[in-house]
C-alpha cells in the first residue's frame, strides 16, 4: 500500500514537499513514479526513481521538481519548487512491483500497477 501526503494549498512561486509512504512492503529496489491530474486533464507523469536510483524528469518541468527517496523511511519524495496555477492537480504516487533493481524508470503509468490514493496540490494566491 501507498499513501501520498503532503499536499495543500500554496501561493504561486511557493514550494511544497510530497511524500509517498509505503507500508506492507519494502520499497528499496523497486521503481517508483509521481504523476498528477489537473482538473479537467489526462494524468500525466511529473517524475520517476529507478530501483537503483537513477531518476527522470519530462523536460516540461523545468527543473522545479525533485525527486528522491529514503530507503530508511520506505519514503519517496517530490520536492516542488516555484509553483504555478498550472501544478494544480491531483499528486500520485505509483510503483512498479513486477521489477527489482531496474537500471531506468518511465513516467509512463502503465508501467505501474500499485498506486496511491493522490494528495490535493492548489496553487492559488
Known amino acids: 500500500q501507498l499513501q501520498a501526503s503532503g499536499g495543500g494549498l500554496v501561493q504561486p512561486g511557493g514550494s511544497l514537499r510530497l511524500s509517498c509512504a509505503a507500508s506492507?512492503?519494502?520499497?528499496?529496489?523497486?521503481?517508483i513514479g509521481w504523476f498528477r491530474q489537473p482538473p479537467g486533464k489526462e494524468r500525466e507523469g511529473v517524475a520517476c526513481i529507478s530501483g537503483l536510483g537513477r531518476i527522470f524528469y519530462p523536460d516540461s518541468l523545468e527543473g522545479r521538481f525533485t525527486i528522491s527517496r529514503d530507503n530508511a523511511k520506505n519514503t519517496v519524495y517530490l520536492q516542488m519548487n516555484n509553483l504555478k496555477p498550472e501544478d494544480t492537480a491531483v499528486y500520485y504516487c505509483?510503483?512498479?512491483?513486477?521489477?527489482?533493481?531496474?537500471?531506468?524508470?518511465?513516467?509512463?503509468?502503465?508501467?505501474?500497477?500499485?498506486w496511491g490514493q493522490g494528495t490535493q496540490v492548489t496553487v492559488s494566491s
Open positions: 506492507g512492503f519494502d520499497f528499496d529496489y523497486y521503481e
Open positions: 505509483a510503483a512498479d512491483l513486477t521489477t527489482v533493481g531496474s537500471s531506468y524508470c518511465a513516467v509512463v503509468s502503465s508501467a505501474y500497477g500499485t
